[in-house]
């Protein structure tokens, strides 16, 4: 069964700090993997994707990494916000986009 | 861009009921796939729509159904509510079915069963 694992399941930081999520995927055949961010009852806005080739993209303060020989991905948030809180979502997609393997997210909450 | 829309954005059915939710894809997007979405959760993959086709569907019971119409909007029906039907419904809407396009979300539907 093709899974995302991301991790931690939730952080809390200070203003103006630094972090990284972390998501680890099994599945396979690998096409792209994305990085959302969703809001409180919202829907998901993607943040960046990537697909087997790239290794880095980057969207604004959100860099994410890739390493598909581990499959694992990152996302960094530089110099956090308030408006930074919300649950951070890692989509893993097979060769075909239908089927999406969707990571549980990790909740940050950042505090002034 | 319009972006996707969903509506209602609150529901609140018995056990029991039939609902019918709504999605207007983005426009010139011609795929819409529905998702459940649990609190504390990652959406999990319902069904979805390719050109009014069901393209691929997930690990839901028949009285989950769908529908895509000409225009590319689209409605989920689920039928005899239970309790562990509350969840946020979101619906997403992508151009190409197996192009790495950005894939977007609608604001969600929330409901709740009771």
């Known amino acids: 069964k093709n899974q995302v694992e991301q991790s931690p399941q939730s952080l809390i930081i200070l203003e103006g700090k630094n972090c990284t999520l972390q998501c680890n995927y099994t599945v396979s055949p690998f096409s792209n993997l994305r990085w959302y961010k969703q809001d409180t009852g919202r829907g998901p806005v993607s943040l960046t994707i990537m697909t087997f080739s790239e290794n880095t993209k980057s969207n604004g303060r959100y860099t994410a990494t890739l390493d598909a020989d581990t499959k694992q991905s990152s996302l960094h948030i530089t110099a956090s916000q308030l408006s930074d809180s919300a649950s951070y979502i890692c989509?893993?997609?097979?060769?075909?986009?239908?089927?999406?393997?969707f990571g549980a997210g990790t909740t940050v909450t950042v505090r002034a | 861009e319009t972006g996707v829309t969903q509506s209602p954005t609150h529901l609140i059915k018995t056990r029991g009921q039939q609902v019918t939710l709504r999605c207007s894809s983005q426009?010139?997007?011609?795929?819409v796939s529905w998702y459940q979405q649990a609190l504390g959760q990652g959406p999990q993959f319902i069904f979805q729509?390719?050109?009014?086709?069901?393209?691929g569907r997930g690990n839901f019971p028949p009285r989950f159904s769908g529908l895509q119409f000409p225009n590319y909007s689209s409605e989920l029906n689920v039928n005899a509510l239970e309790l562990d039907d509350s969840a946020l419904y979101l619906c997403a809407s992508s151009l190409e079915v197996g192009r790495a396009d950005i894939i977007l979300f609608g604001p969600g539907t929330r409901l709740t069963v009771l």
């Open positions: 729509y390719y050109r009014e086709e069901e393209n």
């Open positions: 989509v893993v997609s097979e060769n075909n986009d239908y089927k999406l393997s």
């Open positions: 426009s010139g997007h011609n795929t």
